[in-house]
């Protein structure tokens, strides 16, 4: 099924105000793919051919880099794809334990969607967010220190249609096609509401300060 011409007049003003940011037409495919996939919840076999000829490249090179990024889905991801870190220390401290509740209780597996398309999920191998481990993300938001219940009741709340707000960041939760689009470089004017860093993060810097630490001088 190709796009229809409202739908394809639309992908092809937003590609073009992104293309016009590179100085070479290629160097756009990353944010391309994630806007096709912000219109298709993943990336779909009409969205490589548009990328494709937006960009003046084959399909077969688009294929490969959409196929190398875990970012970009193969097969559609729910409204609120869910992330459970497995890395190291998340793990350790219960991830792997979350991610084998929460396949059981949602009734899905890696990289799957629930029959009624509200949740994914995925094992993640790790969220750079260490200090609030064990953490998970919905739509690429934090939710910091988790445990098996808090996971399977966030989930619960998400597919109930509840509001659910991140441990940090906007306290609105996008969907998984608006957070492409963001990525996409089409931003939804939330990037600065809530704060980024918090608790064990700036730990370090509260000793620096009370003992007068300063970065060498250049």
Not at 21 to 26: C, E, G, I
Not at 135 to 163: C, H, I, Y
Request: with cysteine; hydrophobic share 35%; net charge negative.
């Amino acid at each position: 099924m190709t796009y229809s011409p409202e739908i394809r007049e639309r992908l092809e003003r937003d590609a073009k105000e992104i293309i016009g940011r590179y100085p070479k037409t290629r160097s756009a495919l990353l944010p391309l793919l994630h806007l096709v996939q912000s219109e298709d919840g993943y990336v779909s076999d009409d969205g490589q051919e548009f990328c494709a000829e937006m960009l003046g490249v084959s399909k077969a090179e688009v294929t490969g880099v959409a196929t190398f990024y875990t970012m970009y889905k193969r097969k559609p991801a729910g409204d609120y794809h869910v992330g459970v870190c497995i890395n190291a220390l998340c793990a350790v401290m219960g991830g792997d334990q979350i991610w084998d509740e929460l396949t059981e209780h949602v009734g899905v597996g890696h990289e799957e969607a629930t029959p009624d398309g509200k949740v994914s999920l995925e094992r993640l191998e790790c969220n750079a967010a260490c200090d609030f481990a064990p953490v998970m993300m919905v739509n690429w938001e934090f939710f910091d220190n988790q445990t098996p219940e808090s996971a399977k009741q966030l989930v619960d709340d998400l597919r109930d249609g509840k509001d659910v707000r991140p441990t940090r960041g906007p306290k609105k939760l996008c969907t998984f096609k608006e957070a492409s689009r963001v990525l996409a470089g089409l931003p939804d004017e939330l990037a600065g509401d809530g704060p980024s860093a918090a608790g064990p993060s700036l730990e370090g810097l509260k000793v620096a300060k009370a003992r007068g630490w300063k970065a060498p001088e250049a």
